[in-house]
């Protein structure tokens, strides 16, 4: 795959210009002030639109409609938690994006979630930050700059993290994504910090009522078409493996993504790899 140019794709970020003048709370057209104001009510409107919300699910479709107006089209939820006598994080607890398909396919193919220098930095970081100083620290690997330079590529070209530190080694992430390299100010991190802690607050709260509490039991057959799936096989080649028909390994298939709520094969082996069910 060719490579997007490093200074194409997290360069330093200027103030913003006149093109962002299309994203009405941070208008030109504003003064200060009125922008503020803007951003207090729409966030205010979010926490009214969460009241009583029970569902994670509801939740991230509400948060992916807030961050929306920050020109943030993609956002991705993960809850991790140490390994006991480790400390490598495991991934169980929930998952919840809104990427591009063929990014999350070329992500969990590739085993990124490995190297992410996105979850690294939100481990031993308590503020939201720039993907772009990621980009540019100085602990930065060439690997993990390739991450970035390849998520570019898919029209991922900027963003910022949200890290969620809880007790017993308990943390999670919530990342803004967008497709251009404008820069989040100041004021518009704030809020989608405080709307990415009060999402995950209500998640974690009623974790217990929802689809995260049960883990979904597969068949040996639907485990182990998952199990190729997230190995990057085509149901042609998983039936060949499996000695069974193509329509029949996308029968299992289809079930395994209605038991873990996938929208997609990729997603239901990456929320399979995530619950412990199999592994990549």
């Known amino acids: 795959m060719e490579r997007t140019p490093k200074t194409a794709v997290y360069k330093r970020q200027e103030p913003a210009t006149k093109s962002s003048a299309r994203f009405a709370m941070v208008s030109s057209a504003h003064s200060p002030n009125a922008a503020g104001e803007t951003l207090a009510i729409n966030f205010?409107?979010?926490?009214?639109?969460?009241?009583?919300?029970?569902?994670?699910?509801?939740?991230?479709?509400?948060?992916?409609?807030?961050?929306?107006?920050?020109?943030?089209?993609?956002?991705?939820y993960g809850s991790l938690k140490l390994q006991r006598k480790s400390s490598k994080p495991s991934r169980r607890g929930p998952i919840m994006l809104n990427f591009p398909d063929e990014w999350q396919k070329r992500y969990f193919e590739m085993?990124?979630?490995?190297?992410?220098?996105?979850?690294?930095?939100?481990?031993?970081?308590?503020?939201?930050?720039?993907?772009?100083?990621?980009?540019?620290?100085?602990?930065?690997?060439?690997?993990?700059?390739?991450?970035?330079?390849?998520?570019?590529?898919?029209?991922?070209r900027s963003g910022i993290s949200v890290p969620l530190h809880g007790p017993n080694g308990r943390?999670?992430?919530i990342s803004f994504?967008?497709?251009?390299?404008?820069?989040i100010h100041s004021i518009e991190t704030n809020y989608l910090q405080l709307a990415a802690v009060h999402f995950h607050r209500m998640c974690e709260k009623f974790a217990s009522l929802d689809e995260f509490k049960a883990e979904p039991v597969l068949s040996l057959r639907e485990r182990d078409c998952i199990l190729w799936t997230a190995r990057g096989k085509s149901s042609w080649e998983?039936?060949?493996?499996?000695?069974?028909?193509?329509?029949?390994?996308?029968?299992?298939?289809?079930?395994?993504?209605?038991?873990?709520?996938a929208a997609s094969r990729t997603l239901a082996a990456i929320k399979a790899v995530n619950l412990g069910i199999i592994e990549s």
């Open 171 to 173: 943390f999670a992430f």
């Open 111 to 156: 085993g990124y979630d490995r190297i992410d220098p996105i979850i690294k930095t939100s481990r031993g970081q308590a503020g939201a930050f720039r993907w772009s100083d990621v980009y540019e620290h100085a602990s930065t690997t060439e690997e993990e700059r390739r991450f970035f330079d390849e998520a570019a590529t898919f029209g991922i």
């Open 44 to 76: 205010n409107r979010f926490v009214e639109q969460t009241d009583g919300v029970a569902q994670c699910k509801r939740l991230f479709e509400l948060l992916s409609a807030f961050a929306l107006t920050f020109g943030c089209p993609w956002i991705a």
């Open 177 to 183: 994504a967008q497709y251009h390299d404008r820069a």
């Open 238 to 261: 998983i039936g060949q493996i499996l000695g069974i028909s193509y329509n029949t390994v996308n029968f299992h298939l289809k079930n395994v993504k209605r038991k873990l709520d």
